[in-house]
């Protein structure tokens, strides 16, 4: 039995698959624009607080700051999104994004601290939008393929992402006439690229995909077998520690990831590299965290959440490892090392994306995505907060045989990821999870 409303002539495709692409197509758009505006300020934010503060201990307070500010947003745009659907959540943080990262080219104009500290927290929502894209996707998939749907809107990222370092020296050349710092220039792509991101959802996200999820409010008949969990009662316990172990193996792959790569263009210029070489291995580092999404997604669909995030814990302590050993005056085996850091925060974030968007009840998902996304970043301002401090008391090494540790910790939660599977199949009306 299937949704009438998603019904189909037979052999052609159900309402459900032909927005799905529509919905893909459009994401797909505003991830390459955002990804351009996330990763060009990420580039340079460390940067552009050691020079406005004279400190190399400050160099990680814009992480910490735009970490908190996408933890704030990802419970807002969650909330937003579960209310009035994804286009007016996602919309929102991509906008707040483009205004954040206007207030950093006006506090670097001004030479206002406290204006650089307001602005990176909004800065920040830009990221909390980037991110929660990817359940987005997963919204109209069948269950056995939502890793891979919300692989395709992370690996969307990649163009912009790679292409938004790159831009660090032409974008400063550009506003140096204007009496402005170079390190400001990578900021002004950004508030491009996030205002024009925000305008393509607001414009084309139609249908609404979570929306639509819940007026169809039912799986086809001929899906194949899922968790039993994914559609339990919202009463029901038996989803949580599923979710619960996969934030935890989510925080622990972002907090390694957010404080070893944020420090590596500071450790890289201290050892003579150029902006633009530092720029390089950034761009690697983001490529490799975006561009083998499809494989992570293949590999949770195929293989299960569990041996992902195995992989993804092994993935990122070998590559943490890679970047203590490595003289910091050698760029390739730094390259190596971040290359291999993007890889496993992509088995890492992938695995645990395809829980959030099959265990907990529908009704209630974009809501807990949201608050999942808050302890995400919560990690991220933790790593990149503390990154700073411990490279300026002791030195890189040290920060990156952290990361170490933590990653062998992410291994640890693997275990509660495991998953009942049953062939019942579920065919719920809407009005089960209402009152």
């Not at 991509?94 to 206002?112: E, F, K, N, R």
């Not at 692989?151 to 163009?159: E, G, N």
């Not at 912009?160 to 140096?176: I, K, R």
Request: aromatic residues 4%.
């Amino acid at each position: 039995m299937t949704a009438p409303s998603e019904a189909a002539p037979t052999g052609g495709p159900t309402e459900r698959e032909i927005a799905q692409r529509a919905v893909l197509r459009t994401l797909i758009i505003a991830q390459v624009l955002s990804g351009a505006g996330l990763a060009a300020g990420v580039t340079v934010g460390a940067l552009l607080a050691a020079e406005m503060l004279e400190s190399t201990s400050a160099a990680g307070v814009p992480a910490l700051l735009f970490a908190l500010g996408a933890g704030g947003s990802a419970v807002a745009i969650g909330a937003m999104s579960q209310r009035r659907g994804r286009r007016v959540g996602l919309a929102w943080g991509y906008a707040a994004g483009a205004l954040g990262a206007v207030g950093v080219v006006m506090a670097a104009a001004i030479d206002s601290v406290p204006v650089l500290f307001a602005s990176l927290l909004v800065y920040g929502a830009g990221s909390a939008a980037n991110l929660q894209a990817r359940y987005a996707g997963a919204d109209l998939a069948p269950p056995s393929r939502r890793a891979r749907a919300s692989a395709v809107v992370l690996v969307a990222t990649t163009v912009g992402a790679v292409l938004g370092p790159q831009l660090a020296e032409a974008s400063g050349s550009l506003v140096e006439p204007w009496g402005l710092s170079a390190l400001t220039g990578p900021f002004a792509v950004a508030a491009l690229a996030y205002g024009v991101g925000a305008a393509v959802l607001a414009l084309w996200l139609r249908p609404d995909p979570l929306l639509l999820a819940l007026r169809l409010g039912a799986r086809p008949a001929d899906a194949p077998p899922v968790d039993a969990d994914e559609d339990g009662d919202l009463g029901e316990p038996r989803w949580r520690p599923r979710v619960v172990g996969a934030i935890a193996a989510m925080v622990g792959t972002q907090a390694v990831m957010v404080g070893v790569m944020t420090m590596t263009p500071v450790h890289m210029t201290a050892h003579g590299h150029t902006l633009s070489a530092a720029a390089t291995v950034i761009s690697l580092h983001v490529a490799a965290m975006y561009l083998p999404a499809p494989l992570s997604g293949f590999v949770v669909d195929r293989w299960g959440v569990v041996p992902t995030v195995v992989a993804a814990s092994v993935t990122l302590a070998a590559a943490a490892a890679t970047l203590a050993l490595a003289p910091g005056e050698s760029l390739v085996p730094i390259a190596i090392g971040l290359t291999l850091l993007g890889l496993g925060w992509s088995l890492g974030i992938v695995a645990g994306t395809q829980v959030l968007s099959t265990a907990p009840p529908l009704a209630n998902r974009a809501r807990l995505q949201g608050r999942a996304d808050f302890f995400i970043a919560a990690s991220s301002a933790a790593g990149g907060g503390a990154s700073g401090v411990i490279v300026a008391g002791s030195s890189f090494a040290a920060l990156a045989w952290g990361g170490v540790a933590v990653a062998v910790a992410v291994a640890l939660v693997a275990p509660s990821l495991r998953a009942n599977v049953t062939n019942r199949q579920n065919v719920l009306p809407l009005d089960r999870f209402e009152g």
